[in-house]
């Protein structure tokens, strides 16, 4: 392994040329770095770096953090200090995305390091850090928000508080909800308050997924930068997923986002203990897809219990539901089913990380009724293509090169569809499209929904049956950069040479 300084130096040239320009930038004066009593505070060791992101301009805070990097600040602290200063300065309302996106990227841009090559390697950090200067700006146009205090008064008992915040979420409740997270955080484990969050973040459909999202992308980023961030992290996950903005108290009223997810509970009566099988099957991963093009919500759920009691094995209906999300990104390629594939990516994560057996039952449930609720945001929008994901025929002629493919990629969609299926089963790795794909992003990617989709997509590539991941693929090229598409301001920067 490399030295990390010399990886540094070496990044840091390519990417700024040297730094020149940095000692022209301003200081930041002592009363600049003071975080008032009206907002959380963090750790003494990450407070001034988060104060960096927040105060510095936006034009000059590539440059600020290139001088950290040079300096010898370390990466996880550096993303901790992204999470933390969006958490503090981007309110998740009215809906946990939009400007929002700039705290539900970070991890995706986390994936995108670790699968860069060294001279894309701080490209999606660094990109992170401008998008959420932009985030910032758009919340201070809103009104400014910033995440306010822990609360003092009023806080439960420490072995009572994982149950006070179970029931605060169940009602709705903000102020209880702050109050029981914020005892949770400090005496509860990560399991414990990961397994009562997923039940709270999958419940409903408002926001179309994003605080499944949230909380998953967030527990994995703790995972990298440490427990010791969890309280302003727990805390403002609460605070999103009981966001429902524009609708009275789900918890006194019977809406069509809560409904199937009350539903579903009431369905894990029918299902046994042993509710695995031993086998993946093939063709009911087919019937799952072909059944989420027309099932309702509670049809889907249904669908699944039926065919988990019969013995299919829970994994096979997740590939049915992976393709039916994929299948959808070819039908319409927009915001809409691009969020069936990172919602999809979400709580099958979470559905993997749960500790309770029966959270976990509920999850796939939840996921399966999902699809059916994006599907018809979809067609609300627009027509559904008349895509048949699972009859897609690869092109007839010899596979093309991998150079072909991605100049089909975002000019051809269809042919490139049918390209990715030819590429992926005449004998060539896929590894090598995948790669491609990823350093896309890297260069083309400028706008958070392109890291997500892509950070999910080529992710659950490897999660899915290996007969049904050429066409999962395919599906999810219609939403991937091609060579045509244009190289970003950033990117140029970052790999400019000195």
């Not at 550096?78 to 200063?85: E, G």
């Not at 989420?292 to 299919?312: D, K, N, Y």
Request: glycine letters at 6%.
């Amino acid at each position: 392994m490399q030295d990390r300084r010399q990886f540094v130096r070496r990044s840091i040239t390519a990417a700024a040329g040297g730094l020149t320009g940095l000692s022209c930038l301003p200081a930041l004066s002592a009363e600049d770095l003071t975080v008032g009593p009206d907002r959380v505070q963090f750790g003494s060791g990450i407070e001034p770096l988060v104060q960096l992101l927040e105060t510095t301009p936006r034009k000059q805070i590539v440059d600020r953090v290139f001088a950290e990097i040079h300096q010898g600040r370390s990466y996880q602290d550096l993303l901790a200090a992204l999470l933390l200063a969006g958490i503090r300065n981007v309110q998740p309302r009215p809906s946990v995305g939009f400007k929002f996106h700039s705290v539900l990227v970070v991890y995706s841009a986390h994936q995108a390091s670790l699968a860069a090559a060294d001279e894309h390697r701080w490209t999606p950090l660094l990109w992170s850090v401008d998008y959420f200067k932009r985030a910032q700006q758009s919340d201070v146009s809103e009104g400014d928000w910033t995440m306010a205090p822990p609360p003092t008064g009023d806080l439960p008992e420490p072995e009572k508080a994982l149950h006070a915040l179970d029931q605060a979420l169940a009602g709705w409740d903000v102020e209880a909800a702050d109050a029981a997270a914020t005892v949770a955080a400090r005496t509860a484990t990560a399991g414990q308050i990961q397994n009562l969050l997923a039940k709270h973040a999958a419940r409903d459909y408002r926001s179309i997924g994003h605080k499944s999202i949230y909380l998953a992308n967030a527990y994995r980023t703790l995972g990298v930068i440490g427990w010791q961030h969890a309280e302003p992290v727990v805390r403002s996950l609460c605070y999103a997923i009981l966001n429902h903005t524009g609708d009275p108290n789900p918890a006194t009223s019977d809406l069509d986002a809560d409904r199937v997810g009350r539903s579903n509970w009431k369905r894990l009566d029918q299902l046994s203990g042993h509710w695995y099988s031993t086998k993946r099957k093939q063709v009911e991963s087919a019937t799952v897809a072909k059944a989420l093009r027309t099932a309702s919500p509670e049809q889907a759920a249904e669908l699944v219990v039926e065919l988990v009691q019969s013995g299919t094995h829970p994994d096979s209906v997740y590939d049915g539901v992976m393709l039916a999300a994929a299948e959808m990104v070819s039908r319409q390629p927009a915001i809409v089913p691009l969020h069936a594939v990172t919602t999809s990516n979400a709580m099958r994560y979470l559905y993997r990380s749960v500790q309770d057996d029966r959270t976990r039952q509920w999850l796939l449930l939840q996921n399966a009724a999902f699809i059916p609720h994006f599907r018809n945001s979809a067609e609300s929008r627009n027509k559904l293509r008349d895509i048949d994901l699972l009859e897609l025929e690869p092109t007839t002629a010899t596979a093309p090169s991998l150079e072909d493919l991605f100049a089909q990629i975002g000019s051809d969609s269809d042919t490139a569809a049918e390209s990715v299926l030819a590429f992926t089963q005449n004998g060539n790795q896929a590894v090598d499209l995948i790669r491609r794909a990823r350093e896309m992003v890297f260069l083309k990617g400028n706008d958070a929904h392109d890291y997500k989709f892509s950070s999910a997509a080529l992710e659950d590539y490897h999660a899915i049956d290996p007969a049904w991941r050429s066409r999962y693929l395919a599906g999810c090229s219609y939403l991937l950069h091609g060579d045509k598409a244009p190289t970003t301001a950033l990117a140029k920067r970052v790999l400019q040479q000195s």
